[in-house]
């Protein structure tokens, strides 16, 4: 058998090493007082985790600086909840206003308006809902200016029922952006708002009210 083999070189505490091989592989500072380097290895530890601390304190920085390039910026997050001053429309009349990048319809409903939408059967409609369900007030509509067929901006005071026609593809819509004619699958969209006064709308998270 090699020499460090021999029973006679076999220590519990050091296994088959011999003193030389102890020295050569794990002395770092030539104390042989300390032949397991028990001293070296605690600075040995203590340098390495300070290390896997930064090394995970800069990764982390770098994900939240990648993640933050994906949020919406202070002018975005601005525009998300805002509110119009919707006094000034004429009954009968429809303003387009830019809220979060789209386009949006108030319009001034007449009482006739809303008594011919609210007389339609929900049977004639493709996507039915009721005309009570959509908006805070009656008297104004509000809806977002995108037809649900391609994204086309559809033309108000125009159309079958004098209200709203994506000329794109020959889509009608009633005065509660219902679709009664054409290729579009659905209504209009309606935005979450709320009437704040009697001049005033609100468009955004509620929430945030």
């Known amino acids: 058998l090699p ?7 076999l220590r519990p505490e050091r296994g088959c090493f011999s003193d030389q091989q102890i020295w050569d592989l794990y002395i770092k500072k030539g104390d042989p007082n300390d032949p397991y380097n028990a001293r070296s290895r605690v600075v040995t530890y203590f340098v390495k985790a ?6 995970i304190s800069t990764a982390r920085v770098a994900v939240l ?4 390039q994906f949020q919406p910026n202070k002018s975005t997050n601005a525009l998300a909840n805002i509110e119009v001053d ?6 009968g009349n429809t303003i387009v206003i830019i809220w ?4 949006v319809f108030i319009r001034h409903r007449t009482d006739q308006e ?5 007389d339609v059967p929900m049977s004639q409609l493709a996507d039915p809902q009721r005309d009570e369900d959509l908006f805070d007030n009656p008297k104004y509509s509000v809806m977002v200016a995108v037809c649900t067929h391609l994204g086309c901006v559809p033309v108000p005071n125009e159309g079958l029922w004098k209200a709203y026609f994506c000329p794109c593809h ?7 952006g219902r679709i009664r004619k054409g290729p579009a699958p659905t209504n209009l969209e309606i935005p979450p708002h709320k009437h704040v006064s ?12």
Do not use: C, V
């Open 3 to 9: 020499a460090y083999l021999q029973t006679k070189n």
């Open 50 to 55: 300070n290390a896997w601390a930064i090394s």
């Open 65 to 68: 600086m990648l993640l933050s």
């Open 86 to 91: 919707i006094g000034d429309i004429a009954e």
């Open 100 to 103: 979060r990048g789209k386009p």
């Open 114 to 118: 809303i008594k011919d939408t609210r």
């Open 170 to 176: 020959g889509s009608h819509f009633d005065h509660a």
């Open 198 to 209: 009697a001049k005033t709308l609100y468009l955004g998270d509620p929430a945030s009210l």
